[in-house]
């Protein structure tokens, strides 16, 4: 299948690169950029070594059309802008948050601009699968919003829904390579930082409104990211108030069987912390829970690479079960530690 990546200079269009290039069905027909155009790709992606000798696109919305399916991963409110110029018949997934959400007025106060709509919302481990197989427009999830939305989804009937608290740590690539004074390596090493402090987040929106999906309750978090001196992973601590008493063999159990069929979730051994650079390269979810019987809470621990199960490993998630392809093709890969 010929495939398109639009966004292609960003961390997220050179994770989609790496992982394509080895991909066993799709092949890499058009590779897009929009202030990059004419730079060669491994100048930015010297990692690379495949694309030596090929520069990046300008974007072509005639060169796209011919592709069966296109990778968008550009800021908000840049993607549907392009994509209303596609053809109807060109299978896409976005990685930006566009499509992202149903409700335009929760669009208006976390990202502003005009409203796309909504697609068919793709974390496939919350997701029906036939739902993103038949659809020709997936929206992919942020980051943040796959890490806590499967951190808490197995519990969300046993828990106090509105009283779900986040604290998650993020390496410096989920913030995009556009040149940013606080991001620069003289700020963020040997340095830890809180931003989007006090709830405004825009990926809050989104885990609720899966979250709720799922489970017909009103759902509320409190989030609290974290900048972390690493270029990619995150760390997300998700505690929440049980309704009854537990323990955390109970809570185990239901974590095993709610990813039991999962070919990327895995609940750790007993004692076994997740850490990100286990995951790292990866479209992995390493997860360990605990019952802190002291408050009544549930707490889990999960980690993932935001570039991996964040991004670009699911977007190919994705885009294999749009294709009737195995779920896990080209992602069969072990972390790089």
Not at 142 to 159: D, E, K, R, V
Not at 168 to 197: H, P, Q
Not at 259 to 275: D, H, I, N
Not at 283 to 304: E, F, G, K, P, Y
Request: charged share 15%; with cysteine.
């Amino acid at each position: 299948m010929k495939i398109g990546v639009v966004g292609a200079s960003g961390y997220a269009g050179g994770e989609l690169l790496r992982l394509l290039s080895a991909h066993p069905n799709f092949k890499i027909a058009f590779i897009g950029a929009h202030s990059n155009a004419g730079e060669s790709i491994t100048a930015l992606h010297p990692h690379l070594p495949d694309f030596e000798g090929q520069s990046f696109s300008a974007v072509s919305v005639e060169d796209l059309n011919k592709c069966d399916l296109v990778f968008t991963a550009l800021p908000h409110g840049e993607s549907a802008k392009l994509i209303s110029q596609l053809s109807q018949k060109v299978k896409i997934v976005d990685l930006g948050a566009d499509y992202r959400l149903t409700d335009k007025n929760q669009w208006d106060k976390y990202y502003g601009g005009p409203y796309a709509g909504s697609w068919t919302y793709g974390l496939p481990e919350l997701t029906d699968h036939n739902s993103i197989a038949k659809s020709g427009q997936v929206s992919n999830p942020g980051c943040y919003a796959t890490a806590i939305a499967l951190s808490i989804a197995p519990a969300i009937n046993q828990i106090d829904s509105e009283d779900i608290v986040v604290v998650a740590a993020s390496g410096t690539t989920g913030a995009g390579r556009t040149a940013k004074v606080n991001l620069i390596g003289s700020e963020v090493m040997n340095n830890l930082t809180s931003y989007k402090f006090g709830g405004i987040h825009q990926h809050t929106p989104e885990i609720e409104q899966i979250l709720s999906s799922i489970s017909d309750k009103t759902v509320k978090i409190s989030f609290t990211p974290i900048l972390a001196p690493m270029p990619r992973g995150i760390l997300a601590t998700v505690t929440a108030r049980l309704n009854t008493s537990s323990s955390t063999l109970k809570l185990r159990a239901v974590y095993e069987e709610y990813y039991r069929e999962s070919k990327f979730v895995t609940l750790l051994a007993e004692g076994v912390m997740p850490m990100t650079n286990s995951v790292l390269g990866t479209n992995n979810v390493s997860m360990q829970i605990a019952l802190d019987s002291h408050v009544n809470r549930i707490v889990v621990s999960t980690a993932i690479d935001n570039l991996g199960k964040g991004a670009a490993g699911q977007a190919i998630q994705n885009a294999n079960l749009m294709c009737s392809l195995p779920e896990d093709a080209g992602l069969k890969l072990a972390g790089v530690r």
